[in-house]
């Protein structure tokens, strides 16, 4: 029964060249990252950095030993088993590959809701577009890319150039605010306060709901699977992780000089957009258009990340998809979003804070199944013997992720209230 899941699932044989398989790497890194980095990050990096301050660099530093644990364990399982995570779920547990879908599906929609959100705001700061209009057009390129004869490749590339652009800008940004970086170091490790619901918001806005999944699958799809890909799966879920933490603390940075220095940088007005106020106060009008910069390509990237991943989801209801009908049902997804997005009247730095958090809570579903797969079930891994280190630390954040969503779920939901 399993071996058969595991042949309807593999999506393509492991055998590749050196040039295929590093370009497959590269682009499940940038589109893993990408997808981390998206509007959503930046929004709630430049909310908390506000509320928190310094302190808030202990909430980055266990976001990123939480996004080690969970992508080392997921990327390693997909790739081993060579299935998606919903067909995963459903061999270890009969019936939950259906409800993580359902999950993940519903999650993406909402975050890309506001990813939509992200690319208005971005085009608003870059020319004073106003944001519904932006954000359609930001959509329509979206789709464009998925239309296209060759989108596979143009995903890859496009993703790989705007990931390189917002992380270098963000340097410069960080670079310009002068920020007090021996404050930072210290509460990273000691903390002045510690909160929960911004640690639970920080870790969905970053390897939540179908973050977790996005650069696996795309490994998937690429055909990099299999014991033979394991140690190069491992590096690329690492570099992937490096670069998703050095971007959040160099976005914190950059921030935290901005308070540090006295701004009043406003969180809770109905147009509110903290981390526009933090780069323009930082470097004037010119930092303002290079933040509409970072926020478009942020807010694009994820548009493209959330719509494929939640979509590679939908092949647990219909397993003979074809890749033509896959990215006809990417293009319907990003509509559906656009939609909501045009009608929704929640604040866009609001809601990208909401689905962070919602993304949190959909986090530990999913992955205590996957660590009881690979405890319980290793007639899935194909013979593998899982690491004991990796299953226990798996273990540990499973634990703490669903304590932190229970401690946090009335705090994330009030945000939709507020």
Known sequence: MEQSAISMTTVAPARMSAKSRRAALVAAIFLMATSAIGPGFITQTATFTTKLGAAFAFAILASILIDFVVQLNIWRIVTLTKMRASDLANAAFPGSGYLLAILVIVGGLFFNIGNIGGTGLGINAMIGLDPKLGGAISALLSIGIFLSKRAGMAVDRFIVLAGILMIALTVYVAFASAPPVGDALFQ????????????????????????????????????????????????????????????????????????????????????????????????????????GVIFWAAAITSVIGAAYTSVSFVTIFKRDITERARSIATVIFIAVSLFFYVIITTPPAQMLVFVGGLNGLILPIGLSIFIYAAWARSDLMGGYRYPRWLLVLGVLVCALTWYMGYKSIGPIFALLAA
Request: hydrophobic share 50%; no cysteine; net charge neutral.
């Open 188 to 291: 990273t490790f000691l903390p002045s306060t510690i909160d929960f619901a911004t640690i639970t918001t920080i870790v969905g806005g970053t390897v939540g709901g179908y973050i977790t999944y996005s650069g696996a699958h795309r490994l998937l799809d690429k055909g990099t699977v299999g014991i033979e890909n394991l140690g190069a799966v491992n590096r690329a879920a690492l570099t992937g992780i490096a670069v998703t933490g050095l971007m959040r603390y160099v976005l914190f940075l950059a921030v935290l000089g901005v308070v540090a220095g006295g701004a009043v940088i406003d969180v809770s007005g109905a147009g509110a957009n903290p981390a526009a106020q933090a780069f323009q106060a930082a470097t004037g009008n010119i930092g303002l258009r290079i933040f």
